[in-house]
């Protein structure tokens, strides 16, 4: 699907596994998430991780921005 697992853990708690991958946009990840859970091998659930560039980018689009008081 154009993407790579960068790392892989298992886990106790309430999930088993946790794969961090590098995927080429949103649509792949949902793709992937799809093929997934219609295999019935397992559920996903899946978190995307925002780099600090595109937030300072978005604070700059941010009407009357103010940060929080110290």
């Avoid at 925002?50 to 110290?70: C, F, H, L, M, Q």
């Amino acid at each position: 699907m154009g993407g790579s697992v960068e790392t892989f853990y298992y886990a106790f708690g309430d999930h088993d596994i946790y794969v961090i991958a590098d995927l080429p946009d949103d649509a792949t990840a949902t793709a992937a998430s799809l093929v997934v859970g219609a295999s019935g091998a397992g559920s996903v659930k899946t978190t995307v991780f925002i780099p600090p560039e595109t937030v300072d980018d978005a604070t700059g689009k941010a009407v009357n921005y103010r940060p929080p008081a110290s």
